[in-house]
T-cell receptor, first 113, second 113 residues
């Protein structure tokens, strides 16, 4: 597709379960970002991948959060042992080497019961 | 640490009015500043990106300015329309951390017909 694609669009899970969120960036974009948007916290940076460089994980809130990017394209954000405070919209963005504009997906709304 | 503040948090105007949204940031060592629009339940759409060497950018009825010395950016919307109703977010990219973005809390704009 032409834009950033995220799946699923909505995810409801029980506290303590693991979840995986997927992001398909725009083809050819070397940079990929994960952000989290929650009530009262605004939009927070989580992790950033740029080409083959080591990712910037400085925004991950705890060691229950991890992300990988396979083949320089698709990325998966994994949250282990989910907690209620993990409930938020998780947004993925990508950008190219040639311009700094970040293009966002529609997000995955995660609800932890 | 970069902090981004947006004023006002919410704004309601009649159709046809010109309006200004404000964004301030604490660290003037900024690489670029972006303005985004977010519609309810949707991702972010990039509106304008201003590089640190630029003072303003224009796209249609939108004009964004950047004053690094005072740590401020404004988004001017001319002849507002009901379709402009959305949340507007500004975000700064620092010089030292790739282009991860630090977001403000947003201004929720309602344009009344």
């Amino acid at each position: 597709g032409a834009g950033v694609s995220q799946s699923p669009s909505n995810k409801v899970t029980e506290k303590g379960k693991d979840v995986e969120l997927r992001c398909d960036p725009i083809s050819g974009h070397t940079a990929l970002y994960w952000y989290r948007q929650s009530l009262g916290q605004g939009l927070e940076f989580l992790i950033y991948f740029q080409g083959n460089s080591a990712p910037d994980k400085s925004g991950l809130p705890s060691d229950r959060f991890s992300a990988e990017r396979t083949g320089g394209s698709v990325s998966t954000l994994t949250i282990q042992r989910t907690q209620q405070e993990d409930s938020a919209v998780y947004l993925c963005a990508s950008s190219s080497n040639y311009q700094n504009i970040q293009y966002f997906g529609a997000g995955t709304r995660l609800s932890v019961l | 640490k970069q902090e981004v503040t947006q004023i006002p948090a919410a704004l309601s105007v009649p159709e046809g009015e010109n309006l200004v949204l404000n964004c301030s940031f604490t660290d003037s060592a900024i690489y670029n500043l972006q303005w985004f629009r977010q519609d309810p339940g949707k991702g972010l759409t990039s509106l304008l990106l201003i590089q640190s060497s630029q003072r303003e950018q224009t796209s249609g009825r939108l004009n964004a300015s950047l004053d690094k010395s005072s740590g401020r950016s404004t988004l001017y919307i001319a002849a507002s329309q009901p379709g402009d109703s959305a949340t507007y977010l500004c975000a700064g990219a620092p010089k030292t951390s790739g282009s991860r973005l630090t977001f403000g809390e947003g201004t929720q704009l309602t344009v009344n017909p």
